[in-house]
């Protein structure tokens, strides 16, 4: 195997569109694999606009002393709405990705956890901080199949928190050619970037073949791959796509050794 490009031959789906999913497809082609783009799960408007909408009305007065981003599809729902963030409020990202985001759209960022990407993560490193006198009052919000572990932690430690789904995650249907490779054990490869995708690729594409290596981007997307009903064969060591790639190196590298 050439040296510098260990995954050549290797065929790696990869379920997420947009920005991150043809910056990471670039990054296998640079390892020498062919990565499949096939966005597997897609965002829709939340269910109760109304609720949304009183919600980010009061952010913009100014009524929430903190607000919580977990994601940057968050960002994009606050930027369609033209939210202005007041300087009274801050703002605390789940991870790197997500601050970039809310960077790049022009909000700044108060806090990002230095270590666990996840909302327990931002949860356990961020409590400290909110650890002084008095109730913060703080706005969270989610996808409507986000787990409520930030918004029942920050309770438990009484702090007032405004739970909000800004945004709903919805499966996309894979191309039966593609449904077809993996079945017949064309992919070497499916990347696995969140719980969501975890349960579409078991409900679009499992039983997955042995030989198709299933690689999570973390610990927690891979209980969540777990608890889907996946086998998991790698995970990342940190919660970025180069760690994640960088685990496909290295089953590569064992594979020739």
Known sequence: MNGGKPLSGWRVLVPRGGPWGHEVAADLRAKGASPIVAPMINFASTGDAPALEEALRRLSAGEFDW????????????????????????IAAVGETTAAALVATGYRVDFVPSEDNSAAGLLREWSEMLDGPGRQRVLALRSDIAKPVLTDGLRELGHDVESVVAYRTVGVPVDEAIRRDVAEGRVDAILVTSGSVAHQVQQQLGPIPESTLLA????????????????????????SAESLIQSLV????????
Request: one cysteine or more.
């Open 250 to 257: 290295a089953a590569a590298l064992e594979r020739q050794q």
């Open 67 to 90: 607000m919580t981003v977990t994601s940057a599809t968050t960002v994009d729902v606050l930027s369609s709405h033209r939210v202005a963030v007041p300087e009274r409020t801050r």
């Open 216 to 239: 999570c981007i973390g610990p927690r997307t891979a209980a969540d791959a777990r608890a889907a009903g996946l086998r998991v064969d790698l995970v990342a060591a940190e919660r």
